[in-house]
């Protein structure tokens, strides 16, 4: 197929590329340095017997792998189950909450020779794609070995769409190859419909994210964010999985806001960790006092505080009081409200949220979600939630709500996984 060799042309000349971007990246994470050969499906650790794989790229889908992986043992006992990842991330939060009850291991390189050797080593019967995690190669080659293919959680924005339908045949060619595609979202659903996968093969049982598992040590891991936190007790404010562009645009809106209630205090959790060091020297340039959570020591009067630690964040979700959603303030598509919501969080967010627009609107329309245009906005938003407390306690239960009233997908998938 004309599509698949250029595809693969093009991959062949980017490995260089990704494999200095992983080098790099191995600088602030060393994790990405690690056990390289497995990238090209050379895994020493693969089980004996034919197993259930499933991918999930970084921590979120990681997270919501958990309570997929506990089902999937539960339709097939016997079966070992293999869980990649992509990022660094995702790979020590998998340790954090499977330990030793998964096969663990990068996902290899969409390349034919990695995606053989990986898949004659592990033997997989089926393998479960977590969201939108569409690799040409490997859902071919997954064909060619007999392997069954499910799409969960699948979500397609429109502006995604629009990148797929230029590869055509591509495009095509990987929907058809999938057996099962469980949408988050009517929309998503039908714009795979409209990218060519088969109608049969098309399911929308809801979001399985609001069906995550807390692990059972979370209490344990909020006291131990609290001693990093220190002994201040006054309002948290938790800007999560913040993008670059945005820290500046939080600082110069927020310390304001800070300054005019010396009891609060801004905690900033950058997305990747690469960027930790670089968001530091923009705290470190602030007039109020800021401390690294990474450094372990109780930051006592520390008003400005960075989140330089990673997998925590459903931790220090729980010990905020309120949230601003990251990637929202540029134009990255925002990030994922479940979690804080889970905590009962009054929840706020910039006007660029088209990676979650169904998951979005849902909390919007439940009061949960205060969507602003600009920083300065997001300041004043929060200050009259926090300001007052019959609203902050309204918006908290209204997003404990939403997440109640939208669990269930879980039970559907595995189903229809079982259907198969």
Known sequence: MIWRAVYLMLHLIALPLVLLRLWWRGRAEPLYRQDLPARFGRWEGAPEAAGVWVH????????????????????AP???????????????????????????TWLPFDLPF???????RARPRLLVLIETELWPLLIHECGRFGVRIVLVNARLSERSAVGYRRLGGLTRGMLEGIDLIACQDDGSAQRFLALGAPAGRVICPGNMKFDALVSGDLSARMDMARERLGTDDGPLLIAASTHAGEEELLLAALLPLLRRHPDWRLLIVPRHAHRFDAVWRLMERSPLAAARLSRGEAPDGSRLLLGDVMGELIALYGIA??????????????????????HGLPLFSGPHLSHFTDVAERFVEAGALEVVADADELAQAMERVL????????????????????????????????AL
């Open 114 to 120: 990695s995606l053989r050797a990986f898949l004659r």
């Open 321 to 342: 009081d309120v949230a601003f959603l990251g990637g929202s303030l540029v134009p990255h598509g925002g990030h994922n409200p479940i979690e804080p919501a889970w």
């Open 56 to 75: 999930a790229v970084s921590v979120g889908e990681t997270v919501a792998a958990v309570p997929l992986l506990r089902g999937l043992e539960a339709l």
């Open 387 to 418: 300001d007052d407390d019959g609203l902050w306690q309204r918006r908290g239960d209204a997003a404990r709500r939403v997440v109640e009233s939208n669990r269930g997908a879980l039970g559907a998938i595995l189903a229809a996984i079982r």
């Open 78 to 104: 016997s079966a070992p189950r293999i869980l990649t990842v992509t990022t660094a991330a995702g790979r020590e939060r998998a340790r954090d909450l499977l330990g030793d009850s998964v096969y663990l």
